[in-house]
């Protein structure tokens, strides 16, 4: 049973252009969130998808956007990336009212 | 102030060693997940708790709703053992905030 696949696992791209980062939740999982880790620092919450909606959002600016397709998946885009956006992009599921929550490994951003 | 506070932030322990990693929160929780992060960034779930104690080979984890606060404990520590410990409390709609982590590391 595949937990939770995230790809990239590593990206470099050049401040001002856009990246897509991609979530393929655990089998059974319906709702999928993004979180962006910075270096030294805990997770912080980007937004969370279900039903293919955004449900909640964190205290991002609106280039952080994203989709959650029929199948579950979800997709992560940032626009005009800036140094700073340089992190660990974590993605985790779970099942509708069920708190338990599996995470995928990451992808890693640079941004140059 | 932090909804989610750890300490301490940073821990060395000789192998063999009982460890304790504190979490504190200042609102209201469904749950509580202990999670572990090692270098390279994937995190694991160790648990998730509402309640009472739980027990995973030297791993436990407690949680005390009243005043707010768990603990995560490992006996007979490893180096393997060395790793960034994460709290993160479940709000209501499954939203997860996290502590800033405790980072671990165990000497032979």
């Known amino acids: 049973d595949a937990g939770v696949t995230q790809s990239p696992t590593h990206l470099i791209k050049t401040r001002g252009q856009q990246v897509t980062l991609r979530c393929s939740p655990k089998s059974g999982h319906d709702t999928v969130s993004w979180y962006q880790q910075a270096l030294g620092q805990g997770p912080q919450f980007i937004f969370q998808?279900?039903?293919?909606?955004?449900?909640q959002r964190g205290n991002f600016p609106d280039r952080f956007s994203g989709h959650q397709f029929p199948n579950y998946s979800s997709e992560l885009n940032v626009n005009a990336l800036l140094l700073g956006d340089s992190a660990l992009y974590l993605c985790a599921s779970a099942a509708q009212l069920n708190y338990g929550y599996t995470f995928g490994s990451g992808t890693r951003l640079t941004v140059v | 102030k932090n909804e989610v506070e750890q300490s301490p932030q940073n821990l060395t322990a000789q192998e063999g060693e009982f460890i304790t990693i504190n979490c504190s929160y200042s609102v209201g929780i469904s749950a509580l997940h202990w999670l572990q992060q090692h270098p390279g960034g994937g995190i694991v779930s160790l648990f998730m708790?509402?309640?009472g104690k739980k027990k995973h080979g030297r791993l436990i984890a407690t949680i005390n709703i009243q005043e707010k606060h768990s603990s995560l404990h490992i006996t007979a520590s490893h180096p393997r053992d060395s790793a960034v410990y994460i709290c993160?409390?479940?709000?209501?709609?499954?939203?997860?905030?996290f502590g800033t982590g405790t980072r671990l590391q165990v000497f032979p």
């Open positions: 998808y279900y039903e293919e909606e955004e449900r």
């Open positions: 708790l509402s309640s």
């Open positions: 993160a409390v479940v709000l209501s709609a499954d939203k997860l905030i």
